[in-house]
Nanobody
Framework: QVQLVESGGGLVQAGGSLRLSCAAS????????MGWYCQAPGKQRELVAH???????NYADSVKGRLTIARDTAKHTVFLQMTSLKPEDTAVYFC???????????????WGQGTKVTVPA
C-alpha cells in the first residue's frame, strides 16, 4: 500500500522560510512525477511545483524564484524549499506522486494527507 508522509509545515512570519518533505513508501513500480499542490481556504487545490524523473521542474508563476522543488529518487522523497514566504502562501500543501506500473505502463496518482503552512499578515 502506497503511503505519502509529509512534514515540515508550520507557522512562519512573512519573509521566512520552511522546508517541506514528502516520503513515499510501499511503491511498486517507477515514480515518474513528484509534485506539490496547495489548497487555500475556500479555494481549489492548485499546482505549486512538480519535478519529473528526468529532473525537469515546473513552477506556478506565483512561486517562481521563491520556492524550489527537489527530489531524492533513491529515497522516494520530494522536497519543497520555501523562501520569502508571503501571507498568500498560507494553505495546506499536498504531496502528489505519479507511479508507473512497469508491467502494463499504466500510471496512478497518490496524495499525501497535507501539511499546513501559515504565514500571518
Amino acid at each position: 500500500q502506497v503511503q505519502l508522509v509529509e512534514s515540515g509545515g508550520g507557522l512562519v512570519q512573512a519573509g521566512g522560510s520552511l522546508r517541506l518533505s514528502c516520503a513515499a513508501s510501499g511503491i511498486i513500480g517507477s515514480i515518474n512525477v513528484m509534485g506539490w499542490y496547495c489548497q487555500a481556504p475556500g479555494k481549489q487545490r492548485e499546482l505549486v511545483a512538480h519535478i519529473t524523473s528526468g529532473g525537469y521542474r515546473n513552477y506556478a508563476d506565483s512561486v517562481k524564484g521563491r520556492l524550489t522543488i527537489a527530489r531524492d529518487t533513491a529515497k522516494h522523497t520530494v522536497f519543497l524549499q520555501m523562501t520569502s514566504l508571503k501571507p498568500e502562501d498560507t494553505a495546506v500543501y499536498f504531496c502528489n506522486v505519479q507511479v508507473i506500473n512497469l508491467r502494463n505502463g499504466t500510471s496512478r496518482n497518490y496524495w499525501g494527507q497535507g501539511t499546513k503552512v501559515t504565514v500571518p499578515a
